[in-house]
């Protein structure tokens, strides 16, 4: 029988507070083909696909042959609009378009699980045992910060929303709050650290833990 996996609960100051148990969703394998495979799904259904150009049918004017098809000395045209033409149509250009696909529900559930385990062999998760958040405080926040992973980059995931723990890291570089239905492998592989609370480590387990 696999051994039960844990992590040490700790406060604003990084002081031991506690232990929890993490699902087993923590301990599988990394597989970087699915960390791969959803990041680049995330970032082409991100894409706004507007890019266009206008091609010769697009072009206003243009309806006129310019000169004779012979006789003349020049090349043979049949419109202004043509794509060697100044003010021409373009020739294979980007049109709008739809970047997004789809991965099954299986490696997307893989994927998370591989990016937190990552996080967790190499000791960046940390279980934060709450946040005071009376009122929005950057000060606050920008001090816990530093206790808890010093001058490096940190994914903060709560349990709900909650506006003042928002408003206290939104002007923060290198930090990023999400409540646990926003948790997304992105955001957990672009960040250094990843730091739960101990409300949103619960809501975690049940999503991860299929």
């Known amino acids: 029988m696999a051994s039960k996996l844990s992590i040490d609960i700790v406060d604003a100051k990084k002081k031991n507070v506690g232990t929890a148990e993490l699902p087993e969703s923590f301990g599988q394998p990394v597989k970087k083909q699915l960390l791969w495979e959803v990041v680049r799904q995330q970032n082409a259904n991100d894409r706004a696909g507007t890019a266009s150009t206008k091609k010769?049918?697009?072009?206003?004017?243009?309806?006129?042959?310019?000169?004779?098809?012979?006789?003349?000395?020049?090349?043979?045209?049949?419109?202004?609009?043509?794509?060697?033409?100044?003010?021409?149509?373009?020739?294979?250009?980007?049109?709008?378009?739809?970047?997004?696909?789809?991965?099954?529900?299986?490696?997307?559930?893989?994927?998370?699980?591989?990016?937190?385990t990552q996080r967790f062999k190499e000791g960046k998760l940390i279980v934060l045992d709450k946040f005071e958040s009376a009122k929005p405080s950057t000060k606050a926040a920008k001090a816990t910060l530093e206790a808890l992973v010093g001058n490096e980059t940190a994914l903060i995931v709560i349990g709900d929303r909650n506006k003042n723990v928002e408003l206290s890291f939104r002007n923060i570089q290198g930090a990023k709050v999400l409540p646990v239905a926003g948790l997304n492998v992105r955001d957990v592989m672009k960040y250094n650290n990843l730091i739960l609370t101990k409300g949103a480590l619960e809501g975690v387990a049940k999503r991860v833990n299929v």
Request: aromatic share 8%.
């Open 56 to 116: 010769r049918s697009d072009v206003s004017g243009g309806g006129k042959k310019p000169w004779k098809q012979k006789h003349t000395g020049n090349a043979r045209h049949g419109s202004t609009r043509e794509p060697q033409w100044r003010h021409g149509g373009n020739v294979f250009g980007p049109l709008p378009r739809d970047y997004s696909f789809h991965v099954p529900k299986k490696v997307r559930l893989g994927a998370i699980q591989s990016a937190l």
